[in-house]
């Protein structure tokens, strides 16, 4: 299960290529930070989850979800995750924040890919999202497969950066998520009925395993759609 052997996935981020507000967290993947959510708590979600918000000290165990992101997701924390990037169509929990080997795990819901040339083309059916990717100049796509996880059924693919620039992967709702050398990108891609969810890992290409080791248990907790 390429490195993800507790969840059912048949061989996608921050998403986690790890995200950070700044460069300063030595991001994987970066939306534009001015359109980040603020940072004041918000009451409980429905369904016994709790909203996730932008944190300085790690999160409480337990259920979280984002208000407003659609499909509405939900998901199990447990261990030093911190709320880093919380846009509209975009979030994520991170490990080890602010170092080289950071950890995202990564909600999207992505328009278009970027491919050959560098060019977005519009992300309509999750089975094409590799071929997209492949043409991607500033990509090496490590490999891909179906992917199975909470409850849908999907296409995965792994990338990493190919070269010494940030390189492009997705537009999202804030903009072009983007990931840096030295760094590796798990994506699968859904189709729900709110339109294609991206779930992603991030880490460095250097600890990798350690980033899905530690990605695993978030992920084998997702649900998606309205509680209950």
């Keep these: 299960m390429n ?19 700044s460069p ?15 940072s004041t708590a918000e009451p409980s979600a429905s369904g016994g989850a709790m909203e996730l918000v932008a944190s300085s000290e790690p999160l409480p165990p337990g259920r979280y ?14 261990g030093p995750w911190f709320g880093v990037q919380l846009f509209d169509g975009f979030f994520d929990v991170q490990q080890d924040v602010g170092t080289p080997d950071v950890i995202a795990v990564q909600f999207a819901t992505p328009d278009a890919l970027y491919g050959a040339d560098g060019v977005a083309v519009e992300l309509t059916d999750p089975g094409t999202a590799a071929s997209i990717l492949l043409e991607n100049p500033g990509l090496t796509v490590v ?17 990493e950066n190919a070269g010494a620039i940030d390189a492009q992967v997705m537009r999202v709702p804030p903009g072009p998520l ?10 699968a891609f859904f189709d729900t009925p709110d339109g294609i969810l991206a779930i992603m890992v991030g880490g460095s290409v ?12 978030v992920l084998e907790s997702i649900l998606v759609g309205d509680p209950g």
């Design 143 to 159: 490999e891909t497969s179906a992917s199975r996880i909470g409850g849908l059924e999907g296409h995965q693919v792994t990338v």
């Design 178 to 187: 983007t990931i840096l050398p030295g760094r590796r990108l798990w994506i």
């Design 65 to 78: 979800t984002r208000t407003g992101f659609r499909p509405p997701v939900t998901f199990e924390v447990d």
């Design 206 to 217: 250097a600890a990798w395993d350690d980033a899905l080791l530690t990605a695993e248990p």
């Design 24 to 38: 300063s967290a030595v991001p994987a993947t970066s939306p534009p930070a001015s359109t980040a959510a603020p």
């Design 3 to 21: 490195g993800l052997p507790a969840i059912t996935i048949v061989l996608l981020g921050l998403v986690a290529v790890a995200c950070g507000p």
